[in-house]
């Protein structure tokens, strides 16, 4: 089956290209794999893959790990975004949200789907996933910013849906604000009566190099989208959903390790891991089963119009791994945790993290010395 992925070409023009099964990295060998970039006559940037052997001699000491991390070892290239949320279509290499390979079993088969931020990155890979599995799927993006974004995710969506689901629905919303959540809910609700699976999926990330950065109107924007969200969305979707849905919220690896350089991103990820743990309490007795995921690094749009030059050229160094995921390698954790599969799984967290959560890796100072 062919993927394609949207790219700008001149000016505002937009285009797609088909990509074949040859260019898509597959999960399997992502694990040997490492991706590196070119430009096509005519303009459009493709990803390829060259595969490493990885024995006994990939195993190394934490130190070693650093170093290396630290001389800057290129895993993509510099690039900038004037502002969050990012824009997927802009990034190189595009993130790699499908694999062909992928055999589809009705997982989700009349099932109804609302995904927050669903337009781009692991939401997009999630939203495709959920289609291929029999889902009908309702997805938010920012207006005048993802709309780019979100036409696309609509249509890998409606070319990926079995027969008898709905039509997908793409909503645009600010989902900072309680009103707005109720008017998402509202009008899937309208649409498709009912809501079996929520992903919570929300969120922007900024750098900090000293304490003044976080400024109240940052703290306020970061806070009210990354876990304001989760409550507003939430609370109101849980009126139409019926036992055996489910509720799947979107943390971080970081929610459990803290992060020295994304103190106020870090800090909300470890509010949605309570607020999971807390609301699988609460609504256990109604038999909507609440959980999250955790991931390491993860190419996407976040990323990519959040970070600095030298963190991007070593984006993934930091997990055992020794590499970011792609989308595609974090949407599985969703499918189970959105099926039947996961009937007995309630307050749990998945880690596709590379590693990260329990192999941290010391970071190394300019004096070359570990720090712990």
């Known amino acids: ?152 995710t609509l249509e890998i969506i409606n070319d990926a849906k079995i027969s008898n689901a709905g039509d997908p629905i793409a909503i645009p919303t600010d989902v900072r604000y309680d009103k707005n959540c109720k008017d998402v809910v509202d009008k899937v609700v309208a649409t498709y009566g009912r809501i079996d699976v929520l992903v919570n999926n929300a969120a922007v990330q900024y750098e900090t190099y000293t304490l003044d950065d976080i400024t109240e109107e940052r703290l306020e924007r970061i806070f009210r989208t990354n876990i304001f969200s989760h409550f507003f969305m939430t609370r109101h979707a849980v009126k139409h959903m019926k036992p055996g849905s489910s509720i799947i ?31 699988a309490i609460f609504l256990v007795d109604k038999g909507i089963r609440v959980n999250g995921v955790a991931p390491g690094p993860i190419w996407t749009p976040l990323e990519a119009a959040s970070l600095n030059d030298d963190d991007i050229a070593t984006f993934g160094s930091e997990v055992p791994m020794n590499r970011a995921a792609q989308p595609v390698e974090i949407a599985p954790s969703y499918v189970f945790l959105a099926s039947k599969d996961s009937s007995y799984y309630t307050g749990t967290f998945l880690h596709p993290d590379g590693g990260e959560l329990d192999n941290a890796i010391p970071s190394v100072n300019n004096n070359n010395t570990i720090n712990p």
């Open 1 to 152: 089956m062919l993927c394609s992925v949207m790219v700008r070409l001149v000016g505002s023009v937009s285009s797609r290209i088909p990509i074949t099964q040859n260019s898509c990295l597959h999960s399997r060998r992502l694990l040997t794999s490492r991706p590196s970039t070119g430009t096509s006559n005519n303009g459009v940037v493709g990803t390829t893959t060259c595969v490493l052997r990885r024995g006994s001699s990939s195993i190394h000491t934490f130190k070693a790990k650093a170093m290396r991390r630290e001389d800057g070892e290129r895993r993509f290239p510099p690039q900038h975004q004037d502002g969050q949320p990012g824009k997927e279509y802009l990034m190189d290499p595009l993130p790699i949200f499908s694999d062909p390979n992928y055999k589809p079993t009705n997982k989700l088969q009349g099932k109804v789907a609302l995904v927050i931020g669903g337009d781009s990155g692991i939401g997009r890979a999630v939203c495709y996933s959920f289609a291929k599995e029999g889902a009908t799927i309702a997805f938010t993006y920012v207006k005048d910013v993802e709309d780019i974004d979100a036409k696309y």
């Open 249 to 279: 919220n979107t943390t971080s690896a970081l929610g459990f390790s803290g992060s020295p350089k994304l103190i106020d991103y870090a800090s909300t990820k470890g509010a949605i891991v309570n607020f999971t743990k807390s609301l």
